[in-house]
């Protein structure tokens, strides 16, 4: 499948302060888009997700945005926090059968 | 047990040797997934199982690699003549959603195996 580019790699900020993570995808057929958390040596653990059909989603200080026509979605943490400390990954696919995912973010909340 | 449980958590063989993993995935979900995630890149889709059946099995890199699910529950990855660039983690998913549109897929912690 084609792939999904996620940016940045790494991303530092500081406790308190707000995330963004962004990924862009080319297949236009991609109706689905999860964001999944992954702690150090743990699994990957979903976070949120939105379909096509949807702009946005927000859970608590989470929100996901998608822009079809742009083909990009991003991931926003507010109000970090160290606990969010993580690799996150952006994933897009045609339902959930088959994510074609990205080469992820490391997040570092500092204190 | 209550998530996707993948034995075993380790494995270290030698390059050429035949190597099993096994998923068992959360009592009752229909579909697994099998996805392997190198160092430092996202996970990367294996093959996909409806019930007893292979769904999709376009993600296996070839013919060494192989994946049942006899009895609709548990799952085994088999690699045979095992390469250095096989070693990764391997991870094991199911979800409650037929055929997989919606929903949370759940991951196990993975086999990490290294090939010597």
């Known amino acids: 499948g084609e792939n999904v580019e996620q940016h940045p790699s790494t991303l530092s900020v500081q406790e308190g302060d707000s995330a963004v993570i962004k990924c862009t995808y080319s297949d236009s057929a991609s109706n689905y888009f999860p964001w999944y958390k992954q702690e150090l040596g743990k699994r990957p653990q979903l976070i949120i997700d939105i379909r096509s059909n949807v702009g946005e989603k927000k859970d608590q200080r989470i929100a996901v945005t998608l822009n079809k026509t742009a083909k990009h979605f991003s991931l926003h943490i507010t109000e970090t926090q160290p606990e969010d400390s993580a690799v996150y990954f952006c994933a897009r696919g045609q339902g959930a059968q088959k994510l074609v995912f990205g080469q992820g973010t490391r997040l570092t909340i500092n204190p | 047990g209550a998530g996707v449980s993948q034995t075993p958590s380790n494995k270290v063989t030698e390059k050429g040797k035949y190597v099993e993993l096994r998923c068992d995935p959360i009592?009752?979900?229909?579909?697994l997934y099998w996805y392997r995630q190198s160092l430092g890149q996202g996970p990367e889709f294996l093959i996909y199982f409806q019930g007893t059946g292979a769904a999709d099995d376009s993600g296996l890199p070839n013919d060494r690699f192989f994946a049942v699910r006899p009895e609709g529950s548990v799952s085994t990855l088999k690699i045979q003549r095992t390469e250095r660039g096989d070693s990764a983690v391997y991870l094991c998913?199911?979800?409650?959603?037929?055929?997989?549109?919606?929903?949370?897929?759940?991951f196990g912690e993975g086999s990490r195996l290294t090939v010597l």
């Open positions: 009592s009752g979900h229909t579909a």
């Open positions: 998913a199911s979800s409650s959603s037929p055929g997989g549109n919606t929903g949370e897929l759940f």
